[in-house]
């Protein structure tokens, strides 16, 4: 069978892609290795997403406006968002539901690994596992994630900057019932040196995990430290791992092929978010292969166009990553700064909306010195 696009990766952002070329009427299949993938991630979307992509309510267990930070010396701080809130989804439920929407809106779906793509002037020949017969596409979106296939087959720069990232699930014991409403950060070199830790509590478990940049420090042993500071005694009924991009491809658009999500290295620094921007740059990018198809136009539009809604929040939060996360006592500096309700609001509205909120002058002066004094107090 021949279609207009082959989306390959049946997360959610080649999910929402997949439905948004079929509700546009171009033939589409959405390759997905792994039907039953429980995807290891915490969960954490925010309200923007739930609102623009119509999250249906059952699908979000928790809704939580209330979040706290802890420092290296266990300094805590506590935040509540007044205007929304982070929404809890467990993956398996999440990605089943995106996939069966993107069906009924007429996709074809099949299962299968994608092992090789062959190119020629017209498109692409997709060789499939198990003795599949192999799928022919005018047009590709590469959406199989950190390790992108896609990405190796096609030649697109590669992914520079990777965090592995471990998380285990609890049931709720006596020590856990705390979390029970509320997400913890924790910024502590013994649980992360680069990264941070989380505390992400869902219906009928509790996700804790950390991260590290790939192949730098023992992640088990930090995950290990982080369980004995909390205190849990009780042994995790899961254990899950997985590579975070951290960085954007310095390309991810070809002539007749796109990679969207974490394949194009699509996750903000400092807070290892991607399931917002794997859906974002799903719908930029089928939006823009719509207009390929159809009307010719190229899809370095789609490129252009994320860079441009993005590109501030992404320098924003490597700048803080890169001067923040480097020891103890910046730390310690960076948990400090959080007490103060002006960053917490600028920090929510950002987060919530993906946008960069202005603040007024006087407040980024205050903000500014802040910075100063704890930078020179941390180094
Ligand atoms: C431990 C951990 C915790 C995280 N927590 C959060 C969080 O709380 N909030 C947040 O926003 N982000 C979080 N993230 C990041 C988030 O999980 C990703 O950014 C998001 O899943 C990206 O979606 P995607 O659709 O691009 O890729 P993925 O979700 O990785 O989906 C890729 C899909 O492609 C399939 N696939 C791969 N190769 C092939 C192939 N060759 N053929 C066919 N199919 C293939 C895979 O089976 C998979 O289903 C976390 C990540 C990790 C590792």
Redesign the pocket.
């Known amino acids: 069978m021949r279609y207009d696009v082959a989306v390959?990766?049946?997360?959610?952002?080649?999910?929402v892609a997949a439905a948004i070329l079929a509700k546009a009427g171009l033939s589409t299949v959405l390759?997905?290795?792994?039907l039953e993938?429980v995807?290891?991630?915490?969960?954490?979307?925010p309200l923007g997403l739930i609102e623009e992509f119509s999250i249906p309510e059952p699908l979000v267990e928790k809704k939580l406006s209330h979040m706290s930070v802890r420092s290296p010396k266990g300094r805590m701080i506590s935040m509540e968002m007044p205007n929304g809130y982070v929404g809890m989804v467990r993956?398996e439920r999440f990605?089943s539901y995106l996939r069966d929407k993107a069906v009924r809106l007429g996709a074809d779906i099949v299962e299968?690994?994608?092992?090789e793509i062959q190119q020629d002037s017209s498109g692409y020949t997709i060789l499939l596992s198990k003795g599949l017969a192999p799928i022919q596409a005018d047009f590709i979106i590469g959406?199989?994630?950190?390790?992108?296939?896609?990405a190796e087959e096609l030649n697109f720069p590669p992914n520079e900057l990777q965090v592995?990232?471990?998380?285990q699930r609890f049931s709720y014991c006596e020590r856990l019932k705390p979390y029970e409403d509320l997400v913890e950060i924790w910024f502590d070199g013994d649980v992360s040196p680069d990264f941070y830790g989380?505390i992400?509590p869902k219906t009928d478990h509790i996700a804790i995990?950390t991260?590290t940049e790939f192949r730098k420090h023992n992640l088990k042993a930090l995950q290990r430290r982080f369980i004995e500071k909390i205190g849990i005694t009780e042994q995790p009924y899961l254990d899950?791992?997985?590579?975070?991009p951290m960085k954007p491809r310095t390309s991810f658009a070809q002539d007749r092929a796109i990679l969207?999500?974490?394949?194009a290295g699509?996750?903000t620094p400092a807070n290892?978010?991607?399931?917002?921007?794997?859906m974002r740059?799903?719908k930029l990018g089928a939006q823009a292969m719509i207009e390929r198809v159809k009307n010719n136009k190229p899809l370095a539009r789609y490129e252009k166009e994320f860079r441009k809604l993005y590109n501030q929040i992404f320098f924003g939060l490597q700048v803080l990553q890169s001067v923040y996360y480097r020891n103890d006592r910046l730390r310690e500096s960076f948990v400090a700064i959080c007490e103060d309700r002006d960053v917490q609001q600028i920090t929510f509205d950002s987060y919530l909306y993906k946008k960069m909120v202005p603040a007024p002058w006087s407040v980024q002066m205050k903000i500014f010195l802040k910075n100063i004094y704890h930078l020179t107090k941390g180094s």
Do not use: H, Y
């Open positions: 390959i990766g049946g997360g959610p952002s080649g999910a390759i997905e290795r792994n993938n995807k290891p991630c915490g969960g954490a979307i993956r990605d299968a690994l994608v092992r959406a199989d994630g950190a390790n992108s296939r896609t592995i990232a471990m998380q989380w992400f995990g991260g899950e791992a997985a590579k975070i969207v999500g974490d394949a699509l996750v290892g978010e991607g399931i917002f921007f794997a740059s799903g």
